[in-house]
């Protein structure tokens, strides 16, 4: 009705829109030949059509997070698209719908003439694509009178097409720019459905399958710097998991390591303790090879590497503690039969 109106005055008054960026809006003529140019009512106007136009642009932001999280539960979105934030909404379909319009803004430099065929093209597919969406519910429901329904959606369907169509023509090059991305997108969600249904059937446990305990046997291997209340925690803690634990020292420096073994015997008694020389000053690659050689001798056992953690107060704990774990952690991501395990530790002052 809104729409009818205008038209039916801008038509009176002999209003016609132009794509000349300083011309006032068909909108802003109506109101400037009704009301004067530099009248209260003349802005009152304007003001009242900008705030229509934000309640558009926030209908956006209400629809599609919603549309990506049904999307991410069915699968053709990431999962975490339907998680809610601390304020109970989506907040990552929020962010990332801001995301993409602030960079349209950017790219098209705020020009609503050539931002508006993205508009026209995208509302008409959406049409299309539900209309011959509802066709397909129809026939698949095929309750009473489902071919009378089918009919009216499949005449929505081609209607909306052509116009599609001759919008997509008409507003070239601008509006290229959605024929490209829409077989993109469907064809990403393809693929994201495709690797989660592949995911799924590769973890499935079959409801006739009764799981038994575990056969393999366990062990775990803790890397040890120095003797420290963090690598007696992380020494402890894998003693609780399994009787095979042994502790693996790398250094250049074998004297050094001797003493360090001989204080470790005498303050942790029981547990192993393996010195693995490198005389190049390597840690991670000395022992990742420890870890292989030792694995061939029960290629089927389960290696648990356990690493102390320092769990950081500052932006500065990041830069000084847990490189090496962090690095230990990215050799052994991937590795076949080995699980990696942290421990963390907080300091008290």
Avoid at 17 to 43: C, I, M, N, R
Wanted: hydrophobic share 50%.
């Amino acid at each position: 009705v809104l729409f009818m109106g205008i038209t039916f005055v801008a038509d009176g008054f002999g209003i016609v829109a132009t794509d000349v960026p300083t011309t006032k809006t068909v909108v802003a003529q109506v109101a400037s030949t009704v009301f004067g140019p530099d009248s209260l009512g003349y802005f009152s106007f304007q003001g009242f059509t900008a705030l229509i136009l934000f309640l558009a642009a926030n209908t956006s932001f209400n629809a599609f997070p919603r549309l990506a999280a049904i999307l991410a539960e069915d699968g053709y979105m990431p999962r975490h698209f339907a998680f809610r934030g601390d304020r109970l909404a989506f907040t990552l379909g929020i962010v990332l719908l801001g995301a993409i319009s602030a960079g349209l803004v950017a790219l098209f430099q705020g020009d609503t003439t050539r931002l508006i065929p993205l508009y026209s093209v995208g509302v008409f597919v959406s049409f299309t694509i539900s209309q011959a969406g509802m066709v397909r519910h129809w026939r698949a429901e095929r309750s009473a009178g489902w071919r009378r329904r089918a009919a009216v959606n499949a005449l929505g369907a081609v209607l909306t097409g052509v116009v599609s169509i001759v919008v997509l023509l008409g507003k070239a090059p601008e509006s290229l720019l959605v024929a490209i991305i829409i077989p993109i997108l469907v064809g990403l969600m393809l693929f994201i459905h495709r690797e989660y249904g592949a995911q799924a059937r590769e973890l499935e446990v079959r409801p006739e399958i009764v799981v038994g305990p575990p056969h393999r046997r366990e062990r775990v291997v803790v890397p040890v710097p120095a003797l420290t209340r963090a690598v007696v925690q992380a020494v402890n803690f894998g003693r609780s998991i399994s009787d095979d634990v042994i502790c693996v020292h790398v250094t250049d420096d074998a004297e050094a390591g001797e003493r360090l073994r001989e204080r470790f015997e005498r303050q942790m008694p029981g547990v192993p303790f393996v010195i693995v020389e490198s005389p190049f000053r390597s840690l991670v690659r000395p022992f990742v090879a420890y870890l292989d050689v030792t694995g061939t001798k029960d290629p089927e056992a389960i290696t648990l590497v356990v690493l102390p953690e320092y769990v950081p107060r500052h932006w500065w704990d990041r830069i000084l503690y847990n490189q090496v774990t962090n690095q230990l952690k990215r050799a052994l991501l991937g590795r076949p039969n080995t699980v990696v395990s942290t421990v963390p530790y907080r300091r008290e002052s």
